[in-house]
């Protein structure tokens, strides 16, 4: 089955500077990639998504660019803000339609 | 807009009792999916319907049942329940076939004491 790494598990950036979150996959059938923001207690929010026939795409702050050849994805958040501190998900829809997660990423934003 | 709705938000059970979780969704949708959230994990596929009908199945325990019914709203069954059962459970509806975009319900936080 569909297998998804994500990196790195914590990360801190100081407010106003770029955060970067990396994850691959394993299935090269997989063609839809959604992120998720996920606040303490609350329901993952999507928060961006890119389908295997885009190699980049970008929602204010939020950019997500595909490489479908090397089977790897990253989140690219830019000016973050302190309501950027959450965990964010990558996820990849395997072929049979259900989300498989990555394992998360904390993400911190510093005063 | 209406969103996915799951009820109840919060539940406490000791061991070996029985919980239901429901799981209304977003109305003309007919595909809903169960997750399952412990404490610092990402969330887990249990298991999926489409139409009324089981499509998928995943890390479920036998101890596990759901079904959807002919509203399309879907209820997890939860029997023998055990401490490592504590976590929450999210819900998940799609329109249908040919849509990817998952829309998540608020979630049950389910605790076994």
């Known amino acids: 089955g569909e297998n998804v790494e994500q990196h790195p598990s914590t990360l801190s950036v100081q407010e106003g500077d770029s955060a970067v979150i990396k994850c691959t996959y394993s299935d090269s059938a997989s063609n839809y990639f959604p992120w998720y923001k996920q606040e303490l207690g609350k329901r993952p929010q999507l928060i961006i998504d890119?389908?295997?026939?885009?190699g980049e795409k970008k929602d204010q702050r939020i950019a997500v660019t595909l490489n479908k050849t090397a089977k790897h994805f990253s989140l690219h958040i830019t000016e973050t803000q302190p309501e950027d501190s959450a965990v964010y998900f990558c996820?990849?829809?395997?072929?049979?339609?259900?989300?498989?997660f990555g394992k998360g990423t904390r993400l911190h934003i510093l005063p | 807009a209406a969103g996915v709705i799951q009820s109840p938000r919060h539940l406490i059970k000791e061991k070996r009792e029985t919980a239901t979780l429901k799981c209304y969704p977003i109305p003309r949708h007919d595909t809903v999916y169960w997750y399952q959230q412990g404490p610092g994990q990402d969330p887990q596929f249990l298991i999926s319907f489409y139409e009324k009908m089981q499509s998928d199945k995943g890390s479920i325990p036998d101890r596990f049942s759901a079904q959807q019914f002919s509203d399309y709203h879907s209820e997890l069954n939860m029997s023998s329940l055990e401490l490592g059962d504590s976590a929450l459970y999210f819900c998940a509806s799609v329109p249908g076939p040919g849509h990817d975009t998952q829309y998540f319900g608020p979630g049950t936080r389910l605790t076994v004491l």
């Open positions: 996820a990849v829809e395997d072929r049979d339609d259900k989300i498989i």
């Open positions: 890119i389908r295997s026939n885009v």
